[in-house]
């Protein structure tokens, strides 16, 4: 397990309070306007904020490596070929999207109808976070995974320790979020220790025994990698696909989709990914230099930390027309990359679109409409994580 304190994501002073936390895009914006690179001095971070160059350091991995970015170092998110490699490619198949729809399908559709019955049924207002968008990819990773869904509360504290940052860059606040992702990771991989060897001796239909089968055909993967990848699934969609589906809500409301996604004037999918676009779920991704490069007319030397902005990126004005508005029926002559780029690409992708696609689809179909029940929507404070931590609302059924 590594312990790096580079894994750790800083927060920037000036997203450090709430309203920036809530509303960090007209920073972002300035920090465009001043130039694609900055380098930070307080977080010995270099910051990319334009389109270009994040999409540079992203797909240039060579230059610009994961190794040591995070505390799950045994699993591929934080690994560089050629064991990034094998690892995401014994996995790969059990996440790509016609696999999730066929095989994953019908426990997300179990798992939103239940959660759906419970929303429509409330009197008044409710926070969709707690009761909807937190418990719905952890039902779902649970299942696929073949772990207990009662562990949920677990997982999930699991998942939030796992995204910490400290506060404020003093040494102190370090250690203790660093602690704490120490005991968090501790008891995830003693708890797939124990889940693996059961499965050794008694296989069961779940991805936890397509791995144990899996590990044998590779030549560099360990136990050690094996146990590492099935905590980084439990946790890695969590908070992410809770953000995403969170913003969607928001957003419909705020922007008043909701009768034209119901009257199917705006396709769904369009509408969920446009909301991926302009409420970004991973803020920022983190590499390493490889060796002395330049980028954005940046030196940087080897071995320091570059964090690649995606929030800044999908609203930069070079890349997107109206990057500030709110609008599913734009074309776009560059891709948005909220689920980043090149090797690294998220493999949970199909999984999140399907979970937020199946909600939307269902929830929507129940409702006559939506309503915020607050005037001042409480940000996710981190560094990592763009969201709301809780939204009220009322619905109208
Ligand atoms: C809306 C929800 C999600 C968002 C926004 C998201 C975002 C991302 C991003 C930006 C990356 C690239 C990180 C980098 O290049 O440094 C990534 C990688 C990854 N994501 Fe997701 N993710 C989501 C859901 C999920 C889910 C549901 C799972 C699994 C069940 C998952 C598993 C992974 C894995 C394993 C990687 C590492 C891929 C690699 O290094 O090869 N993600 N995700």
Redesign the pocket.
């Given at each position: 397990m590594g312990n790096d304190s580079r894994a750790l994501a800083v927060m920037p002073s000036e997203l450090a309070t709430k309203e920036r936390q809530r509303d960090p895009y007209p920073w972002f914006r300035e920090m465009r306007a001043e130039g694609p690179v900055r380098y930070d001095e307080t977080r010995g971070t270099y910051d990319v904020f334009h389109y270009d160059e994040v999409v540079e350091m992203?797909v240039e991995y060579e230059r610009f490596g994961?190794e040591g970015t995070s505390f799950l170092d045994g699993?591929?998110?934080s690994r560089d070929p050629p064991i990034?490699t094998e690892l995401?490619s014994m996995?790969e198949n059990y996440?790509r999207s016609s696999y999730v729809q066929e095989n994953y399908g019908p426990a997300v559709e179990k798992h939103v109808e239940a959660l759906v019955d419970d929303a429509v049924a409330r009197d008044g207002s409710f926070d969709f976070v707690e009761e909807v968008a937190k418990p719905l990819?952890i039902l779902v990773?649970a299942e696929i995974l073949g772990v207990p869904g009662e562990k949920m509360d677990m997982f999930r504290d699991w998942s939030t320790s796992l995204i910490g940052a400290p506060s404020e860059p003093t040494e102190e606040a370090k250690q203790a979020v660093q602690e704490r992702m120490m005991a968090a990771i501790d008891s995830l991989y003693d708890f797939f220790h124990d889940a693996i060897e059961r499965r050794e001796e008694t296989p069961k239909d779940d991805l936890i025994t397509k791995f144990v089968q899996a590990e044998k055909e590779y030549d560099r993967i360990e136990r050690e990698n094996t146990v590492a990848c099935c905590g980084?699934?439990l946790v890695?969609?969590n908070v992410?696909?809770t953000?995403?589906m969170t913003s969607a809500l928001w957003t419909f409301i705020e922007e008043d989709t909701i009768p034209e996604l119901q009257g199917e004037t705006i396709p769904l999918g369009d509408a969920l990914e446009e909301v991926?676009r302009y409420r970004?779920?991973?803020m920022p991704?983190?590499?390493i230099t490889q060796r002395d490069t330049e980028l954005g007319g940046v030196e940087i030397p080897e071995g320091e930390l570059v964090a690649g902005w995606?929030s800044s990126a999908n609203r930069d004005e070079d890349a997107f027309e109206r990057p500030g508005q709110f609008d599913p029926t734009q074309t776009y002559h560059e891709d948005p990359i909220?689920?980043?780029k090149?090797?690294?690409?998220?493999?949970?992708?199909p999984?999140?679109n399907l979970e937020a696609e199946t909600l939307f689809d269902e929830l929507l179909d129940r409702i006559e409409g939506a309503s915020l029940a607050t005037d001042a929507i409480e940000p996710y404070f981190s560094p990592e994580i763009y969201g709301a931590a809780e939204l009220p609302v009322t619905l109208q059924t």
């Open positions: 992203t994961k699993a591929w998110m990034h995401r996995a996440f990819p990773i980084m699934l890695a969609g992410t696909t953000a995403y991926l970004t779920p991973v991704q983190k590499r995606l909220p689920f980043g090149g090797i690294h690409y998220c493999l949970g992708a999984l999140a």
